[in-house]
């Protein structure tokens, strides 16, 4: 008897001790997957904020900044959810902040700023930042879009400008390059970079003809161009000249004759 209820104890504490284990591992499991979701909530704050500070040197209109400021704030709240005690007030103030400086913005609507006043930066670290920064800006357009958090006629619109946009700082690059490849006698590449942004701005302007960025940059890709082709002949040997050259080399290296 006493044997049997030994063996019922045993039983009944190995019972207790995978019961106790399940749960803790379970614990656990919520635990990783609360980390990991504040984890990815805090890569969606500081994307979104990089992308924010760099708009400072673009023409960005209010509906773009608005459907960043949201997908801030749905990462806040969702953050909020998912932080521990210690973390969760610094979420919720900012959360509250956000959610101000949104309902601000929403209610002074302001025109987009004219694409026409765009610079291209001079530095290339710069250029590198606008253009990775659009990129992202339009995948983030077309994910809220996609979650239906964006105004068809807003999306439509703001995608519109930023591959206009792209297209600006494409070009300009384009003969900036060419610019200081000239400068530097390179007339092979510069005259390479010219005949791109032509091409490009030619297939583009099929399709637009009245974009009068398109037209301004297509005569001034011409003018490059009748520039770099101007600069390399004046540097370079003429045809005449070279086959002078090549003559009075045969002359002078020619079999000389005996006498």
């Known amino acids: 008897m006493i044997f049997y209820l030994v063996l019922a104890l045993i039983g009944a504490l190995l019972l207790l001790v995978i019961g106790i284990n399940i749960i803790q591992q379970q614990k656990d499991r919520l635990e990783t997957d609360r980390r990991n979701e504040l984890i990815r909530q805090r890569a969606v704050l500081e994307e979104t904020e990089t992308i924010l500070s760099n708009s400072a040197m673009l023409p960005c209109s209010n509906q773009i ?11 806040l709240v969702a953050a909020v959810a998912s932080a521990n005690d210690k973390q969760k007030g610094e979420y919720e103030r900012r959360q ?20 026409e ?4 930066p001079d530095n290339d670290k710069q250029i590198l930042q606008l253009v990775q ?8 357009l077309r994910a809220e879009n996609n979650k239906g958090r ?71 890709a011409k003018m490059l161009l009748d520039e770099v082709m101007g600069a390399q002949k004046r540097d370079d040997p003429t045809p005449q000249a070279k086959e002078k050259s090549e003559d009075d080399l045969d002359v002078l290296f020619q079999q000389k004759k005996k006498w």
């Open 96 to 115: 509250k902040d956000l959610a101000a400086q949104i309902e601000n913005l929403a209610k002074n609507a302001a025109a987009a700023p004219p694409l």
């Open 150 to 220: 964006v105004d068809p006629n807003v999306f439509s619109q703001e995608e519109k400008r930023i591959d206009n946009l792209q297209l600006r700082i494409n070009v300009d690059s384009m003969l900036n390059r060419a610019r200081s490849a000239v400068g530097i006698k390179q007339y092979g590449s510069a005259k390479q970079m010219v005949t791109k942004a032509l091409t490009t701005l030619n297939a583009l302007k099929a399709q637009s003809p009245n974009d009068p960025f398109i037209s301004k940059k297509a005569d001034e």
């Open 133 to 140: 920064s659009l990129k992202k800006l339009k995948a983030i």
């Open 117 to 120: 006043n765009f610079r291209l």
């Open 65 to 75: 900044i608005l459907v960043l400021y949201r997908r801030m704030n749905d990462a």
